[in-house]
Structures are given as structure tokens and as C-alpha cells.
């Protein structure tokens, strides 16, 4: 299994400020994702972080929203750019899923934009 | 694309009895099931999973099955505990379980 640490656990922040949340995975890993989910809904997958090159975004989803970095094999950050109040989610890093390995969560980054 | 229904969205029952969840899925190339569990405050944790080819998996008092034909599979949990109280998620997904499309979430709550 793998152990994910990210940060920060919550933010408040204001209208148009960006936000860049740090996601750790205990082992290297193939396939890192992002989802968002928002209050007392299900998951949403952002995008995935692909090591080396740049993330793939899922339907809705844009690279100038939401700037993806994933340097190395147990590192990657989400940026929330220029917020708006509709940006308030909790955003989710999760590792594993390639082939027959399970999908490991962190515990998420709970964010409110005024 | 694929579409995942999950019910029902809230379920109590008391301690020791079991909970069944359910959920339908659209797509018939999905061959990856996985339930997760998330309580206040965590991310999902992933509990029990079963692929297209097999039709029911146990874990202690959890269990799952899958009927591949009519494209839904299930969740029970026996014996509930208070501490099983939490949301529960079913996922499909046909490439790698981190592009799974989710169910909506079932609140279970289990009365002492």
C-alpha cells in the first residue's frame, strides 16, 4: 500500500488568489491522479500527473485552471488559479490504479474561497 | 462514457444487522470494481475490489459480487458495527482504477 501526505489539510482564501497543493507518496508510483470532490458529492477526476510531461485533463478541465507539476515518481502539485467561491471543494490526491494496483487517497485539501 | 447509479444514497440499519448497497454500471468494457470508504474528514479508502471475471469476493465480514450480464454489482456488510458508519463509494473503470467514474456516495449510518 502506499501513504500519501498532502498540504495543506484546508484553506480559506480570497477571490482571484491561487492556491497550490503539495501531494507525497511514501514509494514511487506510475500513475498519480487528482479529483475534486465537492460538498456531500461524489468524485470528479481532474486529471492525471504524468511523471516528466504535461498532465491530461479530463473533459471540463484546463491546464490554465488547474497547472499540474509532476517532477518525479513520488511528487505532484495541483494549482487552483485565479479562485472564485465555485472553486470551493475538497481536491483529492490519490497514486496506484496502473494495472492490477489499488488507488491509494490522501486525505484531501478542503478549500473555501470568499 | 461511463455512467455509474449507486443506491440508495442513505441507509440505516442497527448494530449487527447488514447493509447491502448497490450500484449499476453502463459501460460493458468496465472489468475493474472497486468500493471505497470515506469518513468525515478523510480521503476514500479502498475496502474491497472484484474484477470482470470473477463473480463474488469475500473479506471478513465484508462481501461484494457482480453480475456481469445485467451490469450491476453489490456491496454487503455483515454484522454492522457503529464504526462502520461512513460513505460508501462504488467505481468502474475499464483502463486503471484512478480513471474510475464513481457512484454518488451512500451515507450508512449504524444505530448502537
Known amino acids: 500500500s502506499a501513504v500519501i501526505s498532502q498540504k495543506p489539510s484546508r484553506d480559506i482564501c480570497q477571490r482571484g488568489t491561487s492556491l497550490t497543493i503539495q501531494c507525497q507518496v511514501d514509494s514511487q508510483v506510475t500513475m498519480m491522479f487528482w479529483y475534486r470532490q465537492q460538498p456531500g458529492q461524489s468524485l470528479t477526476l481532474i486529471a492525471t500527473?504524468?511523471?516528466?510531461?504535461?498532465?491530461?485533463?479530463e473533459s471540463g478541465f484546463v491546464i490554465d485552471k488547474f497547472p499540474i507539476s509532476r517532477p518525479n515518481l513520488t511528487f505532484s502539485t495541483l494549482t487552483v488559479s485565479n479562485m472564485s467561491p465555485e472553486d470551493s471543494s475538497i481536491y483529492l490526491c490519490s497514486a496506484g490504479g496502473d494495472r492490477d494496483e489499488k488507488l491509494f487517497f490522501g486525505s484531501g485539501t478542503q478549500l473555501s474561497v470568499l | 462514457g461511463e455512467n455509474v447509479e449507486q443506491h440508495p444514497s442513505t441507509l440505516s440499519v442497527q448494530e449487527g444487522d447488514s447493509a447491502v448497497i448497490k450500484c449499476t454500471y453502463s459501460?460493458?468494457?468496465?472489468?475493474?470494481f472497486p468500493w471505497y470508504k470515506q469518513e468525515l474528514g478523510k480521503g476514500p479508502q479502498l475496502i474491497i475490489d472484484i474484477r470482470s471475471n470473477v463473480g463474488e469476493k469475500k473479506d471478513q465480514r465484508i462481501a461484494v459480487t457482480l453480475n456481469k450480464t445485467a451490469k450491476h454489482f453489490s456491496l454487503h456488510i455483515t454484522e454492522t458495527q457503529p464504526e462502520d458508519s461512513a460513505v460508501y463509494f462504488c467505481?468502474?473503470?475499464?483502463?486503471?482504477?484512478?480513471?474510475?467514474?464513481f457512484g454518488d456516495g451512500t451515507t450508512l449510518t449504524v444505530k448502537p
Open positions: 459501460d460493458s468494457a468496465s472489468n475493474y
Open positions: 467505481a468502474a473503470s475499464k483502463t486503471n482504477a484512478g480513471k474510475s467514474t
Open positions: 500527473a504524468n511523471q516528466g510531461s504535461e498532465a491530461t485533463y
